[in-house]
């Protein structure tokens, strides 16, 4: 880790918004623009041929990528009402738990197969079962889709995926951070769990308070207030060993039944635009693509196994809900997408130990969300293609 | 017509409008305040979108839908208003009117019900502001100044009694 100068972040700025002008002018999503230029730029390309140019990883950047991803997962606590939840609870399940059990044993199988340890195959099954709540969303909104049926199963897939991995993160950053034997596994996980419960205690008869500790007439003070819990919380939890995320997941949580979400929204989404791209970015900067390079065949074959798990699965979801064979197929083309969350939990891997969870995983879900991200933003765009495919074979069929 | 509501967690709310043809309009409003609106030919079709707003254009157009900076009326009795609150009323006096074939000062219109009679009309000629001996007749049409409220008490008591012809 390296001390920074001042030039060297503002240099940092740059990629990024370069990176976001290219993907929008290509048409691409920014997460994966954001690592690419990241690796381009970082010590691992630049710095092979011209380190005194090249955008260190250094601690500062370390730091603001973790408030990036304590933001993400803050407006993912944020967005989260167990009202509504509970409103289309059987349906939300029902297209979740598909989701969840036709996805995340494929990942479990793979790791295994490759002759990884449980752990290290539980690591990659979580990388591989999340869709990307951000790109897909983004997706639906330039598309159109929004306005379409489809959208109702997307959406609650990706709220069922995103509890399920609050509590995924929770369990395996205890897992990832101990020491390696079961009784000390164990003390890890319990810590987690009760840090946790306090928190859960504090979202449940705390939403007064918020309501009242928050009420800022200035836009200054509270975005103030909010960061400042948001980012306090996630790292006490950090310095006793809680997933940070998972505790800002359960801040946002606390402020979700309060009057202050859209107040949240509109001020504090640029700024968690600003700290998820340097999050990106930093994610690229500390990427071999030679070492992604060295995983290609478990990522090919990775890419061959998930993709049509997630086509099947949102097919089926679309079932649930209901709608006809060619909408459901959208839904199936729409959560192939896979993004931040599979880079949150590399980056908890890479925190792990040997070489499979502080290389292999890292480069692998880099390679993984690259090709994931533009293959699915890709099969959305051109889905009527295969809408068609399918119309003509049910009609031979039929 | 029936509108569905639902929510679409990450972005906002939709409103599904029906409309009389089978058609849909889907009205998306975004967390950010972005409106987006689409047509849906039919149940089974996708959504076109028709155009989007920001937030505060898509208050103004919705306050116009509203009515509320122009409303179209249908007035039995031409109205006009000087502000939000006084109007001028042209009031038809009937047969069974409690004011006809009474001079202004008697009935005193403007002390109980607080409208001033600013002329008369009968037949082709005006008579601008009668004097209290002035006595009306079946037939007079009454100009009278006076606030909302007063106005339209003035109008129903000086046409009590008639047959509502409309």
Redesign the interface.
């Known amino acids: 880790m390296a001390a920074m100068e001042l030039w060297q972040v503002g240099g940092l700025f740059v990629g990024i918004a370069v990176a976001g002008a290219v993907a929008t002018r290509v048409g691409l999503s920014v997460i994966p623009l954001y690592v690419v230029v990241g690796m381009l730029v970082g010590p691992n390309v630049l710095g092979r041929y011209a380190p005194e140019f090249a955008i260190p990883s250094g601690d500062i950047v370390t730091i603001l990528a973790e408030i990036g991803i304590v933001l993400l997962l803050f407006f993912l606590g944020l967005?989260?009402s167990l009202d509504?939840l509970m409103e289309a609870r059987r349906r939300i399940t029902g297209a979740g738990l598909l989701d969840l059990a036709i996805n995340f044993p494929v990942g479990v199988g793979l790791g295994l197969l490759f002759g990884w340890n449980l752990l290290e195959s539980v690591l990659l099954g979580g990388v591989v079962y999340i869709s990307s709540?951000a790109v897909i969303?983004k997706s639906?909104?330039d598309l159109?889709w929004?306005?379409?049926r489809e959208?109702?199963p997307m959406?609650?897939t990706?709220?069922f995926e995103d509890l399920f991995i609050a509590v995924y993160l929770a369990v395996v950053a205890a897992l990832v951070g101990g020491s390696g034997g079961l009784e000390t596994a164990a003390v890890d996980v319990a810590v987690a769990v009760a840090f946790l419960g306090v928190l859960l205690a504090g979202v449940w008869f705390g939403g007064p308070l918020f309501e009242r500790v928050f009420d800022a007439d200035s836009s200054e003070l509270f975005v103030l207030r909010v960061l400042a819990m948001a980012v306090f919380v996630a790292g006490v939890a950090l310095a006793i060993g809680v997933s940070e995320a998972v505790a800002a997941f359960f801040v946002g949580m606390g402020f979700s039944s309060t009057d202050h979400v859209?107040r949240i929204?509109?001020l504090l989404?640029p700024v968690r635009d600003i700290f998820a791209a340097v999050f990106f970015f930093y994610i690229g900067l500390g990427t071999d693509p030679l070492l992604v390079a060295t995983t290609v065949g478990l990522l090919a074959v990775a890419v061959v196994a998930t993709t049509p798990t997630k086509v099947v699965s949102g097919f089926y979801s679309g079932r649930i809900y209901g709608l006809?064979d060619r909408r459901s197929l959208r839904v199936g083309l729409g959560m192939v997408t896979r993004g931040e969350f599979s880079l949150i939990i590399a980056t908890v891997a890479a925190t792990g130990s040997g070489p499979v969870m502080t290389q292999v995983i890292p480069a692998f879900a880099v390679g993984y969300v690259l090709v994931m991200s533009i293959l699915g933003t890709v099969l959305m765009q051109y889905s009527g293609v295969l809408e068609g495919v399918l119309a003509r074979r049910s009609e031979a069929a039929g | 017509m029936t509108v569905y509501e639902?929510?679409?967690?990450?972005?906002g709310k939709?409103f599904e409008v029906e409309l009389n043809d089978e058609s849909q309009l889907?009205i998306?409003i975004?967390?950010?305040?972005k409106r987006?609106l689409?047509l849906?030919e039919s149940p089974?079709a996708?959504?076109?979108?028709l155009f989007e707003l920001s937030d505060r254009l898509a208050r103004q157009v919705g306050t116009i839908m509203e009515g509320a900076y122009f409303q179209p009326i249908r007035t039995e009795t031409i109205d006009t208003v000087l502000s939000d609150e006084t109007l001028i009323e042209w009031v038809k006096l009937t047969a069974d009117s409690p004011l006809t074939g009474k001079t202004l000062a008697e009935s005193q219109v403007r002390q109980r019900i607080g409208v001033s009679v600013v002329a008369v009309q009968r037949g082709d000629e005006t008579i601008s502001n009668p004097g209290a001996e002035f006595a009306v007749e079946e037939g007079d049409t009454l100009v009278v100044i006076g606030g909302k409220d007063a106005c339209r008490e003035f109008q129903e008591y000086a046409t009590a009694g008639s047959p509502d012809d409309e």
Do not use: Y
């Open positions: 967005e989260f509504r709540s969303t639906l909104i159109g929004i306005a379409n959208s109702e959406l609650g990706l709220v859209e929204e509109r989404t006809d | 639902s929510d679409l967690p990450g972005v939709k889907v998306v975004h967390n950010t305040g987006e689409f849906r089974d996708d959504s076109d979108k």
